[in-house]
């Protein structure tokens, strides 16, 4: 019986916020970033993506929106303006995958994450920050910001 009762409770908590992140994000643009950025990789390494967003988000003071839309941050939008292209690359199953990892992202966490890039690149910033950690194809770093 009590672990009925946790579980309805977790979906609880989970579909609330769930609908604060829809809330919170406004716009389908969030999940498309974290869906092209890394909809390959698993659910912890979208987290970590979305984590990247929200750490900017409190130390910029910018909505989500604003940071995944600066100019050369999320490598996904430096071709291409957000716009109706992105449905031809971002399957529902992505979609839907990037709406729980922002949800999950959500969660208090310390993790400091506010930079990422693939394994297979050594970025010109990569020796001025501090290696955390490596998921799937993705290093994640965190650079202090004053």
Known sequence: MKII????????IITLMLISSLAEASTKIVYDTIALEAGGESLQGQVAVCRTIRNRMRERGLTAE???TQRKQYSCWNTYKPGSWQDEHVTPTQFDTAIEAWALSGIESSDPVNMYCRTDCNPWWEDKVSYLYTIGNHKFFYEKRS
């Open 5 to 12: 009762q946790l579980m309805i409770a977790v979906v609880f």
């Open 66 to 68: 604003e940071v995944v």
